[in-house]
C-alpha cells in the first residue's frame, strides 16, 4: 500500500508511540503494512491543554510529511492505564527483573519493586537474570522464595535458552515492561529475546557500584512473536507510591490470608490490633510493619507543619530517617521523567 493511498482511504491515521526525547515522539503506524517511524511534535493545542504524550499512548495522526516522516500529533487516546515512574501508558504487565548474582539478590529491595508494581494493580513476572553465574540450587532456593511470597518466577540467562521460549509466550500480544535495579541485565535480556535489536548495554565493571545507569530512556520494542517491551532506567529504591492502608493490599501473602478469615476491625491496619488475622510469622510481615512505618511517617509530614509542635516535627523526621536508612542503597530514583514531556 503506498502512503498516498493510505491517506486518502484510511481517515485519520493512527499510532503507538513508541519513545520520547525532548518535544519529539518517535511513532510507529498501525498499519502493518506501513514500515518505519514517523517522527512528530505534539500540537500546539494538546500543549495548552496540557494534554502529556506518554510512550505507549494510542495517538491520531496529522500532516503527515512521507518524505521526512515528519508528522504532527492531533489527538491522545483515551488509555487503559498509565505508569507514571516510569511515564507508560496502555502497559498490559510488568516484567521485574533481579540478577542472581552481580548484583546479589536483596530480599528488601526485591520487596519494595514487588509493593510498587503491585500498586499499579497490573500483572507482574518475576524473572531472576544471569542464572549462568549461580548453581541450580541457588535458582531452586529464591523460586520457593519467591513462591511463598505469592509469586511465580522465571529463570533465565542471556548465555542460555532456558526460560526464553516461555517468556516470549507469556509477553504475547501484550504491552509489558521491564522494570528491576540497576545492572541486573534488563537491556540484555530484551536482546536476547529480540535478535537483531541493538540496545545500549553496560560494561560489567562499570556498573551497580557507582549507580550508573546505561539506559536513560523510555522506549518500547516489537517482539518477534509479538507484543511490546519497554526498557526502562534502572533505579535501585522505587517510591511505595501509595498510603499506609493501601500496603496490605500489595502483599499477596495479606491477600491471601484475608480470603480465608477477617480480622476483628474492618480497618484493622495488623499491627498490634486484636484478633488480627494478618500478623504472623511469616517472611514479609517484617517488610509490612517497616513500609508501614515509613509510609505512616512520610504522610503526616506532609501534614502542614503549623498543625505539629516543634517537638512532634523532630520525632517525625527522626522516624523518616530511620525508616529511610532501614533500607538505604546507593542509586537515586528515576529523575529522568522531566525529558519525557515539559
Ligand atoms: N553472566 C551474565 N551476565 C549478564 C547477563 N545479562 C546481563 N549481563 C551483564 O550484566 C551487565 C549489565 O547488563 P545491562 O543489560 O546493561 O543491565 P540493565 O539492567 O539494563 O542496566 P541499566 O540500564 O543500568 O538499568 C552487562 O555487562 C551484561 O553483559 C547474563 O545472563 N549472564
Ligand atoms: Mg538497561
Ligand atoms: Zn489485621
Known amino acids: 500500500m503506498s502512503h498516498a493511498h493510505l491517506t486518502e482511504t484510511s481517515g485519520p491515521l493512527q499510532g503507538t508511540v513508541i519513545a520520547a526525547q525532548a518535544n519529539y515522539y518517535r511513532v510507529q503506524l498501525n498499519h502493518p503494512q506501513v514500515p518505519g517511524q514517523l517522527l512528530c511534535l505534539r500540537r500546539g493545542r494538546l500543549k495548552k491543554q496540557g494534554q502529556q504524550v506518554f510512550v505507549g499512548d ?10 521526512a516522516m515528519r508528522a504532527v500529533i492531533d489527538a491522545v487516546l483515551p488509555r487503559t492505564s498509565a505508569l507514571t515512574r516510569p511515564a507508560i501508558a496502555n502497559v498490559d504487565q510488568i516484567l521485574l527483573v533481579f540478577a542472581l548474582q552481580d548484583p546479589e539478590p536483596d530480599p528488601w529491595q526485591i520487596s519494595r519493586f514487588l509493593v510498587t508494581a503491585e500498586a499499579s494493580g497490573l500483572e507482574i513476572t518475576v524473572v531472576l537474570s544471569k542464572a549462568d553465574l549461580v548453581k541450580p540450587e541457588i535458582h531452586q532456593a529464591w523460586i520457593t ?11 533465565v540467562s542471556v548465555l542460555g535458552d532456558g526460560g526464553i521460549d516461555s517468556l516470549l509466550t507469556h509477553l504475547k500480544h501484550q ?7 540497576s545492572g541486573v541485565g534488563k537491556s540484555s535480556l530484551i536482546q536476547r529475546l529480540i535478535p537483531g535489536q541493538e540496545i545500549r548495554i553496560g560494561a560489567v565493571s562499570e556498573h551497580w557500584h557507582k549507580g550508573k545507569h546505561t539506559t536513560r530512556h523510555v522506549e518500547l520494542f516489537r517482539l518477534p512473536g509479538g507484543g ?3 526498557d526502562t532506567p534502572g533505579f535501585n529504591q522505587p517510591d511505595l507510591p501509595i498510603l499506609a492502608s493501601e500496603l496490605g493490599g500489595c502483599f499477596p501473602e495479606i491477600r491471601g490470608r484475608l480470603a480465608h478469615q477477617a480480622c476483628q476491625f474492618h480497618n484493622c491496619q495488623h499491627l498490634s490490633e486484636p484478633d488480627c488475622a494478618v500478623r504472623g510469622a511469616w517472611e514479609r510481615y517484617e517488610h509490612y ?17 503549623a498543625t505539629l509542635s516543634q517537638k512532634q516535627t523532630q520525632r517525625l523526621s527522626q522516624l523518616s530517617r530511620k525508616a529511610q536508612r532501614r533500607h538505604q542503597h546507593q542509586g537515586s530514583q528515576a529523575i529522568w521523567l522531566d525529558d519525557l514531556d515539559d
Open 58 to 67: 494510542q495517538v491520531l495522526i496529522a500532516e503527515p510529511d512521507w518524505g
Open 145 to 155: 522464595r519467591l513462591s511463598s511470597w505469592g509469586y511465580r518466577t522465571t529463570v
Open 175 to 181: 504491552l509489558s515492561v521491564i522494570c528491576g535495579p
Open 228 to 230: 511490546l517491551l519497554a
Open 289 to 305: 510493619q517497616i513500609y508501614h512505618q515509613e509510609l505512616t511517617a512520610r504522610a503526616t509530614i506532609s501534614m502542614p507543619t
